[in-house]
């Protein structure tokens, strides 16, 4: 059993302390954040009387941190409360505070001297047993604690930046440090934090790091060879690619070009024996810009430049022209190689395509893999062993869709082997071993257990499944498929578990989906103990399908709109009464109907990254697969049977949440807005979550799950509610917050809410009262033109129209 970690201590206030510490706050983990003392006081109120005396002066650094996480975009902290879980305090007056704490992580400025002070003098208050490690980016972790007498307890964690959203956390031992404080740190950072775990070697700059910013670099060393532009680059190197869209120089605009300066500097400055050293170097129109103080989003000008627009309306974005260094309007890149290949869905498929593409676009990217290859290739054993780990660092650090190793293997070992030849290019040995076993590929797959190539055998060997883990794909592949539909699946988790896997475009919601929904139910009664709702993809589900219902409002076909509302309705009533407990996995956007099925399920277990809102209003509707109906249900069974009671205030949020399209920020967040109840379970590890979720299941089975029955006493607020709810309607308007349009969608929705327009006085009403209810005024908001217009907006533009 490994010994628990129940408060941490991070040393170092600034960019990436403060947002460390923010992130424990989110696991529930006590944390003590310190920082030096300031070196002058330079606040206001502090200049009145600038003494150091003050307590609150002394732990100004690491207060501020606190605030800075509290007010950063995207948010550090799941809800702003979590910051009661930090004690801020000095490295003069709080070392003590140390003694409780039992990994310590030291996380200031990136300077040998300066770490190796701090720990020789935090070094007496570290108690026995407790895990100390750096966060930093380069500097050898051996050489930071040499001589200290934590060593068995010491190694390197290299939180990624924003720690809270990036899921890599490199670990690094040092030579003397015991093998269970690695799995310590692995398990915590993995299981407590949601983190995804990469060893790394301690060589500069570690996995990631290493082989991102030797891409960056011959990014723009071909890009200078061969005449591309900005905009050009980075229409090759994002999407794409399977890279993020920020691609390559909005990436470095975000990063600031200070710091890849500093970054590139010190791997020149470490990698002596690298063949590849003198590639480490910028480029001199990237010295230039940061002399000029063009670094990028921190001083408003980068490659890129955010100006207020012509017409004051919106903004527009220049692209800084290299050749006479001033900003000019962004033009819209033709490579022609890449409009066709953009049409090919599949990542593997589409770098194929690429990489044979005619003309410049093939050559740009026969050019960057062919080198990035070879790089990453030459690094094993250097870096790592194994080539997972360097695939899973890119995924995880630089949000690459495929590894390395990955988008290589869909290209073809061999073609990339045949370029080299051509270019009398000496493969690296990695590749060379490959080949020489007849191998064709850096891994191979077969019934659902996953190999890779291993250098040091020269043969595959089997890459271990995390224990307790469930791959819907592993599943599928060792035809554990039970059915199948284009939008949904059935997949058989085990132990009389079934799961529901939606696999549509954006997992949108449609007839598809609803169908599989009956399936599985059929299924659940008549062969499994329970079911979980969960998939794989990028997000839980969009929504319910809008292109379908443009459709049939444009062709007038109202009684197929109103079937179709009606059928969602009853899926999801299906799903709340089954006999046997549904379980419900959201996680990442979960919009509208994907939030309306999860509502109705027994229980939720969320992702601690889920979006989640009912977001109809939008689209100039409201919820009507039962939305609407269900959080009524949950607001008004919240108020205590009290005379006293103000049932009127759960009621008003629901309207608020409702009627502004409130999307909550984390899974913490959707707790509060009623999303998920106390009983629901957020899970910090995503890769954990179906199996959680069959495990919650299987709990409830154990529990002796009853459903209950259609509800026919939901408690109704009558016209009193009502009126409350136009008059804070009228305000709004009258205020110009919003519109005629939000103001009808809005009064709808009161409507449904206080009970219909005939029911005057409170009283009860049943469950299919409400639906009925939703789905008329569903109905009576799509004929509005209004509403197609938004419907119609955000199929093109992917975000909502205010009219
Ligand atoms: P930062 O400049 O934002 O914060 C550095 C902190 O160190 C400040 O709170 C400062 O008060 C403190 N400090 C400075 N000099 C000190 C001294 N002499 N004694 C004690 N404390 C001192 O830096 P950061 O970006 O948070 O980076 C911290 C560490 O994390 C560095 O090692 C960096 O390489 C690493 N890192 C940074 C990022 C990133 O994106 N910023 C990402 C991963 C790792």
């Not at 206001?44 to 600038?50: A, G, I, Q, R, V």
């Not at 409780?100 to 070094?123: M, P, Y």
């Not at 924003?162 to 015991?178: H, N």
């Not at 076909?557 to 379980?583: C, G, I, T």
């Amino acid at each position: 059993m490994l010994r628990p970690i129940r408060r941490v201590a991070v040393l170092g206030a600034g960019t990436m302390g403060s947002q460390i510490a923010a992130h424990l706050a989110n696991a529930r983990i006590p944390c003590v954040l310190l920082d030096r003392l300031p070196i002058s006081p330079t606040l206001e109120e502090e200049k009145k009387e600038p003494t150091l005396a003050d307590p609150l002066v002394r732990d100004r650094l690491a207060r501020l941190g606190v605030e800075t996480a509290l007010k950063s975009h995207p948010a550090a902290f799941f809800v702003p409360a979590n910051v009661a879980l930090i004690t801020t305090g000095n490295f003069e007056d709080h070392l003590n505070l140390l003694k409780g704490c039992d990994w310590i992580i030291e996380a200031v400025t990136e300077n040998l001297d300066v770490k190796r002070e701090l720990l020789k003098k935090v070094e007496p208050f570290i108690s026995p047993g407790a895990v100390v490690s750096s966060n930093t980016s380069g500097i050898s972790i051996e050489a930071i604690a040499q001589g200290f007498s934590f060593l068995p307890s010491w190694l390197g964690t290299h939180f990624f930046n924003p720690p809270r959203y990036m899921k890599l956390l490199e670990i690094i031992p040092a030579t003397g440090t015991l093998p269970e404080v690695v799995e310590r740190i692995s398990w915590f950072g993995g299981e407590v934090l949601g983190k995804g775990i990469v060893v790394a070697k301690d060589r500069p700059n570690f996995i990631a790091n290493r082989i991102g910013v030797f891409v960056h670099l011959a990014t723009l060393e071909i890009m200078q060879e061969e005449g591309f532009s900005i905009e050009e680059v980075d229409a090759l190197t994002g999407p794409a690619m399977g890279l993020p869209k920020s691609a390559t120089f909005r990436t470095a605009d975000l990063v600031g070009l200070d710091v890849m300066a500093h970054v590139v500097q010190n791997l020149y400055e470490s990698l002596l024996g690298d063949e590849r050293r003198a590639d480490f170097r910028l480029p001199e129109f990237m010295e230039r810009m940061i002399e000029s103080g063009l670094l990028g989003q921190k001083t408003g000008q980068g490659f890129y430049k955010r100006i207020a627009g012509e017409t004051g309306d919106g903004s527009e974005i220049l692209t800084l022209d290299l050749g006479t260094f001033a900003y000019r309007p962004r033009q819209k890149p033709k490579l022609d190689g890449l409009e066709m290949a953009k049409s090919i869905g599949d990542t593997r498929q589409r770098a194929r395509a690429l990489f044979q593409a005619q003309g410049r676009v093939g050559h740009f990217y026969r050019q960057l893999l062919g080198r990035t290859f070879h790089y990453a290739a030459s690094r094993i054993p250097e870096i790592s062993d194994d080539l997972v780990s360097v695939d899973r660092a890119m995924q995880w650090g630089f949000n690459w869709e495929c590894g390395v190793f990955e988008l290589w293997d869909a290209i073809g070992v061999d073609t990339v082997a045949a370029q080299w030849r051509e270019q009398r290019i000496t493969p690296p040995p990695l590749v060379e071993e490959l080949l020489a076993a007849g191998k064709k590929s850096f891994y191979l797959e077969s019934s659902g257990q996953k190999s890779v190539f291993d250098l040091r055998r020269a043969d595959y060997v089997a890459i271990p499944e995390k224990p307790g883990l469930l791959l819907l794909s592993s599943l599928r592949s060792c035809g554990r498929e039970v059915k199948r539909n284009p939008g949904a699946s059935l997949i058989d988790l085990g132990d009389g578990v079934l799961c529901l896997e939606f696999h549509s475009k954006m997992n949108i919601l449609g007839p598809d989906t609803i169908q599989m929904i009956h399936f599985g139910l059929q299924a659940l009664e008549e062969n499994f103990e329970a079911m979980v709702i969960g998939n794989q993809g990028a997000n839980f589900s969009a929504g319910a399908n809008l292109l379908l219902l443009l459709l049939s409002i444009q062709e007038g076909e109202w009684d197929e709109v109103s079937h179709a509302v009606r059928a969602f309705q009853d899926a999801n009533m299906a799903l709340k009464y089954a006999p046997r407990p549904v379980v419900a996995a959201p996680f990442g956007l979960t919009l509208g109907g994907g939030v309306e099925t999860s509502l109705h399920c027994a229980r939720r277990v969320a992702a601690a990254e889920t979006y989640i809102g009912l977001v109809e209003a939008g689209v100039g509707l409201i919820p009507a697969g039962g939305g609407t109906k269900e959080m009524l249900i949950r607001a008004l069974d919240s108020v205590p049977a009290d005379d006293d009671a103000d049932a009127f205030l759960p009621l008003k949020a629901v309207f608020k949440n409702i009627g502004m399209v409130t999307v909550s920020t984390s899974a913490e967040e959707a707790r509060n807005l009623g999303y998920l109840t106390p009983d629901d379970v957020i899970c910090m590890n995503r890769d954990r979550q179906i199996a959680s979720a069959k495990q919650m299941a299987l709990e409830l089975v154990r529990l002796g799950y009853r459903p209950g029955e259609p509800r026919q006493d939901v408690p109704m607020l009558g016209e009193a509610a009502f009126s409350k709810m136009k008059l804070a309607l009228h305000l709004l308007r009258r205020g110009e917050y919003i519109s005629d349009h939000d103001a009808l969608i809005a009064t709808k929705l009161a409507e449904v809410l206080s009970g219909g327009r005939e029911w005057k006085s409170p009283g009860r009403v049943s469950e299919q009262y409400l639906l009925d209810l939703e789905r008329e005024a569903f109905l009576s908001l799509c004929g509005e033109k209004k509403t197609v217009e938004r419907i119609q907006y955000m199929l093109k533009n992917g975000k909502p129209l205010r009219n």
